[in-house]
């Protein structure tokens, strides 16, 4: 099933809004593999733009190790700091959403809230 991308695109800002505000947490991107961003919804100033490039990026380079080495395909990639942690996941037809989470914040909860989102973002066809 293929997500559509102008739904996704004009639609998708107040879906992340609903989960980032349900979640607690600081904020969301959906970006194309190319690292353009698509929708996102921010709680403070950041920039949603070289956050969709990162995501993006880090995706691509994830993507390749797991090829090379033969673990097959991601399931999700979570990056854990001292100032709070991002997730990222491979929405397929080369889409990629990353979230950003508070220092703290219970990150297996959220895995498996993202669970149930990535089926509501791949419901827009």
Known sequence: MSVDISKLTSEGAQLLQGFVEKMGLEGAVIATAEGLEMA???TSDKDADLIAADTASLLSVLESA????????LNEMIITAEGGSIAIKDLGDEIAF???APKGY????LIV???QFMKEIQSFH
């Open 40 to 42: 996102s919804y921010f």
């Open 98 to 100: 990353a979230c950003l």
């Open 106 to 109: 219970k990150m297996g909860g």
């Open 66 to 73: 797991l090829e090379n080495t033969g673990k097959g395909k």
């Open 113 to 115: 809230s993202l669970k």
